[in-house]
Structures are given as C-alpha cells and as structure tokens.
C-alpha cells in the first residue's frame, strides 16, 4: 500500500489479524469485462433505431464479434448493451482483455467494429461521434457501474468470531451491525449515493492502486462497494460486494520497478502463463479482501468512537512516509489470509 | 502532473496552448467549505425531532458553533444541515478550514460540539453512533457532495477563437459542442450518472493530487464537473462546475519534499501569509483551470477521431515515467494562464 | 384512497390497525417550502459569477424577497439556492405557500423577483431561458427534493409490540427487520435507487393524492421514502422519511366535488381559519402516517410469503372498483390513529 | 387524458397540431419485459456465489425459464439479471407478459421458478426473503429501470419545420434548442437526477394512465424520459426516449367502463386477436408520441415565457372538469398521427 495516512496500514493490517484469526476470507468472483461505450450519430430515429436492431440482431452481434476480436489475441467481446437517445446510438462493448486493465486493446477493437459495421453492414451515414460516448463509464461516477460491472466484479466475506472482535476490534457485535446499517447504508441513502455504500473503500482501493501500478484516476468506479454486516450465530458476518474493479498486472504502470515488484511479491506479476487473466483477477480479490479488512478495522473504529484519537497519534509520531514496498510485518494486503 | 499516462501531460499542455492564446481562463470560487456528517441516535423518534428542532434553531447553531470554533483557530462552522432517518439524526457540518484540507479538523469540532450538545443542553440520551455517519460523504460518490458542494466549488471558462480551435485543436466549433452536449451531457446521463458530467477531469484531477500531496482517495468527489461548450458568436466558449475540490496547502502529503517543492512552484505552498485559505482557494481554482485544459484538449482529440493513436505514438515512444516535477516546457496546470 | 387494486384497502387497513394496537403513530413535520428552480443566462462566467455573488448576498437576498413576497399574502421566500453550470445560474426559490401546494403561487413570485432583479439590480443582460430550470425539480425523479426537500417533509414512527406483529401482522419482529434491510435498504442500493427505500409508499401516496384532489403526477416526487424497522426492546419499531410530500388543500383538484368532501373528512378542507398552511401540513402528515400503515402491512406480507395470494383472492372476489369515498369501516388513511 | 389540470389537454393539442404539420411522429419500440426482482438468502457467500453461478449457467437458465414458463401462456422468462450483497442474491426476472401489464403473472413465475430451484436444483438452504427484493424495481425511482429498460422501452421523433414552429409554437429552433440543452439536461443533472431528463413527462404518462386504467403508482418509473432537441437543417428535431413504460390492455383497471372505452377509442383494446402483446406495445408508442407532443407544447411556452400566463387563463375559465373522455377536438394522444 501506498499512502501518506499512517493509520491506513495500521488499520488494514488490523482488520486482516482479525479476519485470519477467524479463518480467513472468502472471494467470489462474480464477473470480468472492461467496457467501453462510444456515441454513434445518424440523421434519423429511423436510421438510428435501424442500427439498434442490426447490433441486437444475431448477425450483428456475430458481424461485431468477428470484427472486434480480431484486434487482438486477448479481447474476446462477450455483449454488447446498445441505447437509443435522439438521434445518438449509445453501443457498451464488455469485453475479456487477459491480464491487461484493457482500455487501450478494447479501443483498437471497437474503433475497427465500428469501421466494419460503417463499411460493411450498410451504415455507411453512420457518424462516429466519439470513440467513448461516457456510456462505458470511465473514471466518472455511473450507475451503469455499479448496475452492470466493469472490470472485475468481486464479493469478498469473512466471519469474526465474537471473542476476536472484542479483543482485536475492541468492539461487539451488535455495536458494529448497528453501525454498518445506521452509516453505510442508512446515511449514503440519506446523501444520494449510488453505489458508495461502505466506509472508506476508497482508501485502500487508492493504496492498493498507486502501489501496484494501477491507473489511480480509475479508483472513482473502482471504489463501489456495499459492505454488509450480520450477526450469525452471534458471530459477525461481514462482506463487501465490489462490481467495478479495475486492474491488470501487464501494461502501463505496472512496468515501473517498485510496482512491478509488488506484483511479484504478491504472485500475479506480469501475464498468467497458462490461463491469461487469472493474475488480473487474483489482483481484484487481493483488493476486495484488503477492502474488507479496511472496512473491519474502520468500522469498528467508528464503532469504538477512536476515529480522531487514532489519526493523531499515528500522523504525529513522524513525519508521514510513503512507502511503496510494505513495511515488514504490516501485511498490507497480501497479509489477509484467504481461504 | 504525476502520472504513467504519458499523453496526459501533452493533452494538457495542448488545451493550456489554446486556452492562453484566447485570452487564458477565468475561474470563480462559488463555495468553500469541508463536511463531516456524524450519525446520533436516539430511543424514540419524538426525542430525535427534539434534537433536530433544537439543531435547527437559533438557540442550537449557536451552542454549536461555540462549541465547534473553540476547538482550532482556523475552522468556523458555517451551517449545518440535519435530516432524520428512522430514529437516527444525520448532521452536516460545513466549516472553513484555513490552508488545511481540514478532515481532521473538522473531526475534532465535530466530536466536541457533539459532546457539548450531549452534557450541556439536555440531550443526555443521544448516542453518538459515528462521527461520520456518511452524510459527509467522503470518498463516496455521493449527490449530496454533487448539489451541496465540499471543499472549494469553483467554476472556470475559457473562450477559444475559432481560428484557434482549428490550428491548435485540430477541429471545430460546432463539432465539439455537439461532441459535447452528445456525450458528456446525454451519454453521461444515459449512464446514470450523478456528478460526472464531463470527459475525463478525474485524469487531471488525480495527477495533480499526487504532485502536490492531496488524498488521491479524495479524488472520488474531486472529480465531479459538469462541461459546458456552447457557439458563442462564432468562437468556443468551454466552461467546467467543479462543485467538490478537497484540497489543502499544508499539512499530510502536502510536507513531503517533491509535493511540497511543486506547491511552491504553484505559488501556494503553506499557509497563506495574511489570508488564512487563500492559498488551497487558489490551489483549487488551478485544478480547476487545468481540467479546463484537459477537457478542451481531450474532447477535440475525440472529435477528430484520434483519441487511440494519441495513446499509441505516446505510450510506445519509451516506458512511461512518472514526474512528480513538470517536464520543462510541458506547462503542467500552472502552465495555464489565469485573468 | 382512489384505487382499482383491492388488496392496497384492506392492506393499508390492516397495518393501522396494527398501529392504533401499539398506540398509534407519531409524526413530525420537519420542512415546509415549495420550490422553483429557474434558469438564467449570460454571455459570461462573469457575469454568471457576478450574479450568483449577488443573490447569495444580504442586499441580493433582502430584495429578492421584497419582490417575491410583494405578489402573494401566503407565499414567503424561505431561501434560494444558486448553482452555475457554463453561464447559466440555477436559482432554486424555496417557500411557504399557505395551504396551498403553491406551484403557481410560486411562478407567480419568482417571474417577479427576475424582473427586479433585471430592471433594478443591475443584471438587465440576463436572459430568463426558463421560469424552470428542472433546479426544482417538478414530477422528475431528483436527487434535490430527496436531499433538500420539496412540500412537506415528514417522518413518521410507530412502535408495533411484539404479539401484535404475530397476532394482527402473523409475522415477527426479526423477520421484519432483516426484510426491511435486505429489501428496503440493500435492494434499493443495489438497483441504484435515489429515494426510493421502501416497499410500496408510491401505491399509498397515490391513492390518497387521488382521493384527496392532489396532483398525481406529483406523486412522482412525493412517494420519496426511506422505511426503517429496528428491534426495540423485542417490540418492532417502524419509521418512515419523506421529505418531498407534494399537497395543498385549497384550489386544483381539491375543488371537486368528492375530493372536497373526502379533504373534509379529514378535516383539513380549504384553507386554515386562523394559521394558513396548518391543513395542508396536517394532511402530509396523514400521508406519511397512512405509509407508514401500507408498509407495515405490505412488509409483513412478504414475509410471510403470502404476497401472491392476496393480490389474487382479493381481486378475483369481483370487478374491482374505483372508489373515491372510503368503504365504510375500511378506515382509510383517516383510519390511524396519530398519537 | 383524466386531468384537472386544463391547461395541460390545450398544450398537448397543441404539440400535435404541430407534429401532425411536421409529417408525424415515428416510434421505435426498444424493448419488451416486466420484471420481478426478488431476494433469496444464505447463510454464507460460498451458497450464495453457489447459487450465482448455478443461475447464471446455461443448466440454471434453462431450468428456471421451464419452470417459469411453465406457469402462464403468455409469460416468456428473457433474462435473468442477478446480483449479490452479503449472503443475498438478488435476482431479476424479466418477460414478456402479452398485453397484460403483467405484475401478477411475473410474480407468480417467480414465486415457481423459486420454488424450483429450492426444491429440484439443490438450493433447498435457500431462504426466500421476498419475492420483491427492490431489485425489480416497482414504483420507486431506480437507475436499474432507466438503464435495463422495464415495460415497454419507446424512443418517439418528431421533426417540426422551422415555419411550424414560428406560426404554432410561437418560438424558434434555436431557442429550443437552448432551452433543451439548458433545462433538460444541465438542470436535471445539476440536480442530481437519474432518468428525469425531460420537462414534464409525468403530467401526460399520469393523464393517459388515469384515462386508460393503468396502475397510476407505476408513472414513478414510467415517467422517465430523456428529450433530445437539435437543429437538423433549420428545423426542429425533437425526440424523447422512455425506457420503462408499464402498461397493459386487460386486466386491472382497463376493466372499468370509461377506461376500457378509452381503450376502444384508441383501438387498443383487451388482447390483440392474432399477436398477444401488440395491443400493450401499441399503446405504449401512444404514451411516448403524446409525451413527445407534450414536450413540444411545454418547452415552447417557456421558451416564450408564457407559462404562467398559459396556467391562469386556462384555469381561472372554469372550475376544472375531470374529463376521462377526451374533449371534442382536443385529439388526446390518439390525436398526434404516427407515421
């Protein structure tokens, strides 16, 4: 993790004792695809909404298909959701990208689609308005995001036992249920959120981003995340569903050295050798089970009614340091155990 | 600028070329003020009615804001909004924070008044259940950042001739705005956006972040902005809202010595010297020139159709590298002039 | 209630009776002010700037409501509100409108305080583009209304004890509260919603603006509506928020003959004798009472799984029928008890 | 149209008037499905992403559309959208529903399907919270409705030459143009808005569903609606693009005398003989043309700012009628031509 708040690792690496200390944590992986929506213009609604049936039609999704994938090795487009507004046609391409972020190689592949579908399905008065229409939606905040996923899409779990969380989390149970309905989901309803239903994914998405070479601008829809909390057998049960996960272990940043060593020191450097994707999507659950760690400890932070105290102290001891390797013992988030 | 994306830095310098040679940007403070959004509960609904009544009178804002501005010589308690949630009582502060982004002072105003409410005027029975109850919201997406503002709301605008546009952007008036209007307004709205309303201010956003030691977490809500382009008597008039710009002169990343070097570049390293807040005002008013920039430039590379070769030619020249310092000559976001 | 769905009567009359078994229900009223939001225009951020300056000021906002309050007896300018977006500002005007819903009392004032702002406070270059900027936002789902509210914003509570909710409700107090969570809150988090927490507060709302002469396309906004069911004690503690709920008792509809006489059945017909606004705002409260009622009964029957099932018998029983006076003992929204 | 509200059958009138001068209006049906988004529970994520998979495999899909046809001639289960929060996996079904609106069939195919998978697949830890989970979402605002389409999804154009607009709508391309992009789209995302792009979809969605016996609760998500204007050659191009139009021509409140005449009157009425479902979409495009109409009429007149004027003199004439018969004349929304 790469951060400037001493109390992040401090409070991660907490929440990751008391997750291991209650066996750890489960990932689900629940989906994989980055998307990119560009904006296509015609004259008429009836041009437009001619090229709506062509691109749900079987042949226009087969046509696209072909097109697309033969941009790349890697790209494999598995829907396309299209949109009529005006005259405008608004066309997401979801799409595998291996072990890349994916945004440059799904680029390649929807500029050529597009060319194809212009050039040869007959929608030669077909206007390219942009190669991104913002119906993708990359780096803004968008419910399609959050309704429909981009990039990974995880859900992490784990169950504290009721004795770890009064003596590592210096809380109770009930406390902390109360807590995660009354702010988490009860206070971002209250303030209009879509999809920013947790405490402070943020920063350990941001963290976990900056350290391993991730784009940090793209933290804006990677961030989403609800995180549940329930007393089960009066033990606490807590998960956070993550829909929009946005990372690769090739390309970009992740060439650099520092980051790069991360990846390594995490086990999903560089391409997969057999299963290309496989390092990206390992990647995702290290940053929803770090999330969920984040959470715990935070949460129960808040619960314990320390948040202030704990900032001063940590901040104060020293000037903050930024540290892109993890310090010895911290954990960062390779240290949660999971299952 | 610190990012890997190596295109951002020349987009940028690009839309500061042509913002300059039109006479530069005109930016206007429109708020200025952080949240924290505390959640307290109570038994009964009757009793959190008596609180939020007392809250909202005279007699309540001023026990509270006695209470809160006794806690830091710089945060003064400007309003605070309360709404009501089953038996839960949701309470925005809103305060100045002098040069400080001020997370951490207003947590310690908060915590205090709250704690004067409770000992001193009958309130004994409110439980505090979390100093942020996200009504804040910080590092959420959220509308209420959106509609209320967070930290410094600023405007900017730029009017770029027409000859302009087309020798330094390569395209033309009525093809950005309605590249504009088809995407950053309609297609953003087709996604389901609140608060992203643009083409990619969190790009320049977060890169500025990182150069000058803000929480790139806080980039979350930082990056709303809506962009208006309009035909204004031939020529281009560009403008982006940036409701929610969390930024601070002085303290957290801000000390670090490269962060720290490129705030005195800027002009705003530190605490102003006779104007408490004038520096992070202004430290605002340049994010939101340079968005200006980036949106100018990235929004004429689209609409000329360019957008992945761009990627292309500046990514494989040689590995990205991150500057934490501007590249001699590349401008950066100061490069832009301001009126 | 004005409906053709059979089971929403005896539904809604069971949760009051419900209600009235843990005696009755509390409502508190905790905003009042109808809104328009114009939008203006300018050829510059600055003067855009300028006049957003303007109305935020002492001299803005004292002559703004001169004028406003100068066109009508009842409505009374709470406060404005002011965005800019390009070089439109956004004014959303909030106030008081007796026992009116005050929509056209409200143009009526704000077409006035424009003009004065116009001709004598130096803005004579602004172009009125619309006496509604959709700022207000009227009959269009906004995440505004839900923040700041729109009418009447009300919240009301019940405590249902514990054999109630098994011998009227046939449900129990734990099952309630983990559907309300997993339905209310974390369903309507998941589906994106902005306001929309709760079971079925449109059906109710709807019925009532139907039978009581109101705007029903209003109900669009007035349906807003958080529900929150806690364990209090054993017993089931139910609340709901609406902080946009759109009435008046006096003009429009609530002339008719059958919607006048249901308004004086409820004794909020026409205007309040001696404090104007007291029946209109009495009548939000029935509103929110009355879903507070539907929800109850609308919760314990899906978790009792009988949803099905009782749309099909109470429907098939016969035809159904509109009815705009209430089935005599079916107790209606007038029908609970309010402590 | 069923309103008291007599402005609102003159300005409808008059946006035919001007659509049937212009050549029409043509309609584009988009999509065809009602949903049903109930909510199951497990006692752990492992059952739940069990669970997931199992739905999202191609075995799930074809056990759950069997079981789910099963239970009606018209119901056809398309897809099945799932998604998981903590131990819940929410699950939304969507069908064609013949010309029924389709509720009760939904939910009953739901309430099989379910009972299906608990019982034959292996699920029987399943517990069925609700058979509405809020992820469907019924008659609360919700971007999953706006995004996935619910009902009938319509886009409806008009194209109005520039002398129609100067004699019938007293305004001129331009300013509508403006007013549109100033109004419906940067008011509505200035305030926060998911799906209320338009100036006042509602007032005619709500007035045919009145007419026509629709359930009125359902105008909360039928209602949504994006209005897109442009100058296409010096005339007026206009559309509206409604994602979620819920209606049906049997069944509930189409039963009902008047309502059912309307039905005749606009040739829609009961079952269509030879293809089920094409009287409900037909008159869905009804509902979109009028909206289009009404659009036209009401941005006009406040582009030419007679807005208030137009409210007075219509309703000060007379005490308003409720007229569930259209007016002589007036044409109603049968009385826009579609091409």
């Not at 391409?93 to 007959?122: P, Y």
């Not at 780096?139 to 770890?164: H, L, Q, T, Y």
Request: charged share 15%.
């Amino acid at each position: 993790m790469a951060t400037t708040e001493g109390v992040l690792v401090a409070s991660t690496s907490r929440g990751c004792k008391a997750i291991n200390a209650g066996g750890g944590a489960i990932t689900v992986l629940t989906g994989d695809g980055m998307t990119r929506g560009p904006c296509v213009g015609f004259e008429t609604l009836t041009r437009a909404g001619a090229a709506k049936v062509w691109l749900d039609s079987e042949e226009g999704q087969r046509t696209m298909k072909n097109a697309f994938n033969s941009t790349s090795r890697f790209a494999r487009l598995q829907t396309m959701k299209t949109a009529i507004a005006g005259t405008y046609v608004y066309i997401r391409f979801k799409t595998t990208t291996g072990d890349a972020m994916g945004m440059n190689m799904i680029s390649k592949g929807v500029e050529h689609a597009l060319h194809v579908m212009s050039t040869e399905a007959g929608f030669d008065d077909m206007a390219i308005i942009s190669v991104s229409g913002n119906y993708c939606t990359d780096k803004k905040p968008a419910a399609i995001n959050w309704i429909d996923g981009r990039g990974k899409s995880v859900v992490a779990e784990a169950i504290i036992p009721k004795d770890v969380v009064q003596s590592v989390l210096k809380s109770n149970v009930d406390a902390l249920v109360e807590l995660n309905t009354s702010k988490n989901l009860i206070g971002s309803a209250m303030a209009g959120s879509i999809g920013g239903f947790n405490a402070h994914a943020a920063n350990i998405v941001t963290a976990i981003f900056l350290a391993t070479g991730q784009d940090p601008a793209q933290n804006v829809e990677s961030c989403n995340c609800i995180t549940v909390m329930k007393n089960l057998h009066g033990n606490l049960q807590i998960s956070v569903s993550m829909p929009s996960i946005e990372v690769g272990t090739i390309g970009g940043g992740t060439l650099l050295e520092p980051q790069s060593a991360m990846l390594d020191l995490l086990g999903v450097k560089g391409a997969h050798p057999t299963n290309p994707g496989d390092n990206a999507r390992q990647l995702a659950r290290i940053v929803a089970a770090a999330v969920l760690a984040g959470e715990l400890s935070l949460c129960s932070a808040l619960a314990a009614g320390h948040l202030v105290k704990a900032h001063m102290s940590h901040n104060r001891s020293a000037v903050p340091t930024r540290s892109s390797t993890p310090a010895p013992g911290a954990g960062g988030p390779g240290g949660c155990r999971r299952r």
